[in-house]
């Protein structure tokens, strides 16, 4: 069954992750790294409705709709009606009065593009490019993929993921990704106050002691820390918390042979990890960056049933 | 004869108006209402150039564009040399060599896109849309469209239009638009302070009573009121603007049974129209939204001979 | 040899400017004067990366990549998360791992091109759109090729620059680009406060008389007066710097009959240049842009090997 939004990998089983993952695949392929054009989406239009700035995020989904031809145009929000009190659910309408395919929508409050989704009266599908603390869906799928192309059998793996657990829509979305695909081990990690409550995150382990979490792991996954969430950790400064939860060579070392250090980026070098771990053998950032633009190619041609 | 600017509908004769709402509807059809590129403009260069910010026009312009094949760029003039003292006239002639086909003009002054056709030198076309409180054509022949999609025959519909009439360059393009293609009666409706003299619209008929003016009528056109304005009303404040001037059920129900409810947009909700009635049966407000987009396709295909 | 990046025209000899002149004279053949896309770079993605605005450089260089059916990506960098703290490094390396065939990059400081060079871990070709006082050099190749144009043979030309050739760009890219060329005479004028050392442009006249640098030339090059430079020519006011460095047409008369009347824009009217002077008979100011276009084609089809 092809998907018509993507709004939370939530609800999607392991076969239709694993389907979008291997579409991502081709996408690489097919595109010769991205080097050629497909034509899926010849004359199809997507816009990109982003409420919070992230050239990057925006950068990535609008590459992933030219190279499969589509027409892309970026709706600068910031200029627009909705600061003249237009609601959202009149932006919502007056853009698909226009006749577009896809939306992709990225709104600092969760739940915005479910909302648009239920609301929608046009065929328009909406792809979610993050949502409050909820769900970042294609960096869930992205951080999968880059896993997955290191080591085909998740079953065998042990996967942490290390920072502010709690208000991060990238960790939740791994969650997803990662248990659903059936990781053997999921370890969360993360100053007390910025973990999630465990009766949340069935089925991953807490753990406050980075040393610990990190032991004898096959993947890591370090998140952004933003600044204003400092002070919730009770930690004195950005020092203290790159001594805590911060991933220098030295803990790197207590992983397992090999590990896969990611991040969603952008990275802040020494508060979260270390220069030379972000720029060692063992990273795995760039890859994840490169595999951004394959799954949402994968997600544009699915939800537009090409 | 085709167009080779498009500046304003006051000269445009009812032949070449009708003419105009005809490709505007063939756009319709052969785009697939909207979801196929045709491929009139491949090769062909738009220029956005909006001083004033406005989402939704130059979004409508640019999907019209991109659904003809032509490429789009928007000239983000906030940043541009204009802020360094360059003049509008060297900014059109540095445009205008690089070989543009067609500019798309916003500006706050009255006869700016005027001023362009006069000064330029190439053959660059020029399409305005919206100077000051004079011309607004696009959104005048979209308007006209809708109407005509409801009522082939407008030489029996009365329209009213409602709302801050003196400075609304929608009123002015409405005007020009429907008198030309010979509607049987038409009322502007405002605040007295807000209404043209009666010799500057020739056949229309001035009433300051909404409910007089909606009387029987089968179109109804509101206007936004702009917040700066509602001083001039000499009205207290938005709910009091409302209960004189907005159109709520009550007030639809003096109109003629199916009278067509219009907003150019973004609407002001409960300030001139009530929610209810703006998401009604009756609105056509998101069926304008669609027509914008084949009317300014077919505006671009005209003017670029095509 | 073919150019991979193009950071300066000071180490490229003769004949690879010429070539690249000639290319960009095909481009304005083959384009028919930029009415027809050629499609030699489909498929291929060009992102712009101005880290200083500039309209008219983007745009430009915008339109040349379309021009050739490539995709482009502006990447709104006063969005980005290099605002957040992220690195130029980490941002160039975030945007190769997308995959893009070209990043044209202009930047305040000095190096930034040359560094990104240096750092690029891909095959992606780095052009230089301006960089600190550094090098501009599609504007010194626009400027020969305008030259070119009307003189075939610069052997027998002289030519003069004047206005703060200390800290321009462009006047360090014309020098290049007319010295390889092999012009017969360069000057270069200005307040003394804004001349470079005799030693910094070997083969150069210096002049600091506006009256004797003009005498006799064939083309005179004219700069744009930063408004923050004012106070290092220890001249009182505008008024005043004109009437020593300004171009009027008493002045002009001093030159060759037939002088080319050169300018990067935007103009200064009447601080640097007259406006009967900037918009009279002999001004190759507009051909400069519509050059423009046409130089960044060649430059774009170099680099990426078409």
Chains 1, 2, 3 share one sequence.
Do not use: W
């Amino acid at each position: 069954m092809r998907l018509h939004h993507l709004i939370s990998l939530a609800n999607l089983d392991r076969d239709c992750i694993s389907r979008l993952l291997d579409r991502a695949e081709h996408m690489r392929v097919d595109s010769h790294h991205g080097t050629r054009r497909l034509d899926l989406l010849t004359g199809r239009t997507v816009l990109n409705l982003f409420f919070e700035p992230s050239t990057r995020t925006r950068t990535s989904f609008e590459l992933a709709a030219l190279r499969l031809g589509a027409n892309v145009v970026n709706f600068d929000i910031a200029r627009s009606s909705t600061n003249k009190g237009e609601t959202l659910l009149d932006t919502l309408h007056t853009l698909e009065a226009m006749h577009l395919d896809a939306i992709v929508v990225r709104h600092r409050e969760t739940g915005t593009p479910e909302f648009m989704v239920r609301h929608a009266m046009s065929g328009v599908s909406i792809v979610n490019a993050g949502d409050g603390n909820h769900a970042h869906p294609t960096q869930g799928l992205l951080d999968a993929l880059t896993i997955r192309q290191h080591h085909p059998d998740l079953a065998t793996l042990k996967v942490t993921i290390c920072g502010d657990i709690l208000h991060s829509r990238v960790a939740r979305s791994d969650i997803h990704a990662l248990t659903t695909l059936g990781v053997r081990e999921l370890r969360l990690c993360g100053p007390q106050s910025l973990l999630p409550a465990p009766t949340e995150v069935p089925g991953c382990i807490l753990v406050e002691d980075f040393d610990a979490a990190i032991e004898n792991v096959d993947v890591v996954i370090m998140l952004r820390l933003q600044k204003e969430r400092m002070a919730a950790t009770l930690l004195p400064d950005e020092a203290a918390y790159f001594e805590h939860f911060g991933l220098d060579t030295r803990r790197l070392s207590r992983a397992a042979p090999g590990c896969l250090v990611m991040h969603p980026g952008p990275i802040n070098r020494g508060i979260e990890i270390a220069p030379e771990v972000a720029d060692g053998a063992q990273s795995r950032i760039l890859e994840q960056v490169g595999n951004g633009v394959f799954v949402r190619m994968a997600v544009l041609a699915e939800v537009l049933g090409r």
